[in-house]
């Protein structure tokens, strides 16, 4: 039987599930390399990434789906044993405890800087941009947050259907439109200023405000709202 040549220790640190974990934090982190981290260890022939990417294969890569598995579901897989399977199980027990207790007050978002706040953390120490958006209801308190679409180094894509069409599933009646620029710089190119006018545009034939388009970069921020750019 051949053994799996492209082991996780021969990867570069910075590409390793812990260690990238500990650098950059759990955001940058794909399901799977969180999943490896859980169980560890691979098998000869698969490595704990590609182990878990099998695993999540099997559920449709959907985790309401995974957190039904049980003990029996996981052992069926070529190294999970009891261990590992119980590990995977009371992860996603206490995920279901830390749900079903009291969600605090959705926090309000009156201003650039309380927007920034919220979301700089999972995007200043990306070396990729992402897009973003700030879901809002009529008070202006955060409905949620998610990430559209993930890009190169320089470039993501942003596409306005999609995010009207969640805004109203959401019922939300502002959106905050956020991306990331690796390089550091705040300044918006372009491309940046076209598409934030373009879905001002889109998103006022829905009776949604674009209140505004944030671009962090590193700690700092620009705001188009603060520029006076919408």
């Not at 039987?1 to 759990?26: C, H, Y």
């Not at 944030?214 to 006076?228: K, M, P, Q, T």
């Amino acid at each position: 039987m051949t053994k799996n040549l492209t082991t996780i220790t021969s990867w570069d640190l910075s590409q390793r599930p812990r260690e990238k974990f500990v650098q950059r934090g759990a955001q940058a982190l794909s399901t799977e390399e969180l999943i490896a981290i859980i169980i560890s260890t691979g098998t000869p022939e698969k490595n704990a990434v590609e182990l878990s990417r099998e695993i999540l294969d099997a559920a449709g890569n959907d985790l309401c789906q995974l957190s039904r598995f049980s003990e029996e579901d996981f052992q069926k897989f070529q190294g999970i044993g009891m261990g590992k399977a119980v590990k995977l199980m009371a992860t996603f027990e206490i995920s279901r405890r830390y749900q079903s207790q009291s969600a605090p007050e959705l926090p309000e978002i009156y201003s650039a800087s309380a927007a920034a706040l919220a979301i700089s953390p999972l995007l200043r120490d990306l070396d990729h941009e992402e897009c973003w958006i700030m879901y809002l209801n009529k008070n202006n308190r955060l409905i949620t947050m998610e990430k559209l679409s993930s890009g190169g180094i320089n470039v993501t894509v942003m596409d306005i259907k999609i995010i009207l069409k969640k805004a109203m599933a959401k019922l939300a009646a502002a959106i905050v439109l956020v991306h990331n620029h690796p390089n550091g710089l705040r300044t918006p190119c372009k491309n940046d200023i076209i598409q934030t006018q373009r879905l001002k545009e889109a998103a006022k034939t829905c009776d949604i405000c674009l209140m505004d388009h944030l671009i962090i970069a590193g700690n700092s921020y620009f705001s188009f709202a603060d520029d006076g750019a919408l």
